[in-house]
């Protein structure tokens, strides 16, 4: 079983960054795809962004698309999300998520339910 760990998350003000990461506690024979969901209080699990297993294509929600950066770490199975520009609306607890390789076609990316892997999630608040 692949167990995902966050870090990164925080409090910052209005217009501020921070950078997220994650890792893979568990060597994986393959490279994964991965990324981020986010839930807001109050609201269900939202896709920010995700990455495939080579790190040539990337996925973003309209709402942070070109405030957010989704990219793959050195180390195997590990990706990070920059931040930027950030604001209130950004506040939420935000989950990595895996897949094995080769798994998503066309909407799926966006879907939840379509990642095996979730980890505990990392808060992130940002003050008005």
């Known amino acids: 079983q692949v167990q995902l760990v966050e870090s990164g998350g925080g409090l910052v003000q209005h217009g501020g960054s921070l950078r997220l990461s994650c890792a893979a506690s568990k060597p994986t024979s393959s490279d994964l795809t991965m990324g981020w969901f986010r839930q807001a209080p109050g609201k269900g699990r939202e896709f920010v962004a995700a990455?495939?297993?080579?790190?040539?294509?990337?996925y973003y929600a309209d709402s942070i698309k070109g405030r957010f950066t989704i990219s793959r770490g050195n180390a195997k199975n590990t990706v990070h999300l920059q931040m930027n520009s950030l604001k209130p609306e950004d506040t939420a607890v935000y989950y990595c998520?895996?897949?094995?390789?080769?798994?998503?076609?066309?909407?799926?990316?966006?879907?939840?339910?379509?990642?095996?892997?979730w980890g505990q999630g990392t808060r992130v608040t940002v003050s008005s």
């Open positions: 998520v895996a897949d094995p390789p080769g798994s998503m076609y066309g909407a799926d990316w966006y879907i939840p339910t379509e990642y095996d892997y």
């Open positions: 990455i495939n297993w080579t790190g040539e294509s990337q």
